[in-house]
T-cell receptor
């Protein structure tokens, strides 16, 4: 088990394009989180999955954002009609119910030009 | 809503010396967890140390220890015998212990730690 894996590591896209990121959590981790981190700031919570159910979404997650976790394994985060303000690091984390520690992936750095 | 504040954007320390990073938080909950995470440049965030709010004893992990002051809502991190590998961005984070928190973390703004040889 190599930890939480995110793909791609970097993505440059033109404004208005759609992008999709993938997160593979640690196996047997039923909880999965997405966070957004802008330069020089702390991560901000976006959304949470318990198994395949999306149980919480932040107000930061506008209608252009959608996340899925089919079959409770990997998760995808899609941003439609990207804007320059979407440029950030998108972090995925996973944990197991009953355990306090969350493990983070290396993140996907998105640059919208 | 909970908030976490790190008032030191940058700190520096000489190798082998001790440095303390500050963190304050605000919550109306009585049961929660506090964490310090380390984020090296271009690398993933890793947990440094964890404190359960119901525990009065301060957590310690090797060279890392915390000063948890529940009444003051303060949670500082002390790094002893600093090493070059300690250079990173450090985040203080809060998590509710139960209810519908689902383990969601609230982070501070971070402190960049530089270690000078």
């Amino acid at each position: 088990d190599t930890g939480v894996s995110q793909d791609p590591r970097h993505k440059i896209t033109k404004r208005g394009q759609n992008v999709t990121f993938r997160c593979d959590p640690i196996s047997e981790h039923n909880r999965l989180y997405w966070y957004r981190q802008t330069l020089g700031q702390g991560p901000e919570f976006l959304t949470y999955f318990q198994n395949e159910a999306q149980l919480e979404k932040s107000r930061l997650l506008s209608d252009r954002f959608s996340a899925e976790r089919p079959k409770g394994s990997f998760s995808t985060l899609e941003i439609q009609r990207t804007e320059q303000g979407d440029s950030a690091m998108y972090l995925c984390a996973s944990s197991k119910t009953g355990f306090t520690e969350a493990f983070f992936g290396q993140g996907t750095r998105l640059t919208v030009v | 809503a909970q908030t976490v504040t790190q008032s030191q954007p940058e700190m520096s320390v000489q190798e082998a010396e001790t440095v303390t990073l500050s963190c304050t938080y605000d919550t109306s909950e009585s049961d929660y967890y506090l964490f310090w995470y380390k984020q090296p440049p271009s690398r993933q965030m890793i947990l440094v140390i964890r404190q359960e709010a119901y525990k009065q004893q301060n957590a310690t992990e090797n060279r890392f220890s915390v000063n948890f002051q529940k009444a003051a809502k303060s949670f500082s991190l002390k790094i002893s015998d600093s090493q070059l590998g300690d250079a990173a961005m450090y985040f203080c984070a809060y998590r509710n212990a139960g209810g519908t928190s689902y383990g969601k973390l609230t982070f501070g703004q971070g402190t960049i730690l530089t270690v000078h040889p």
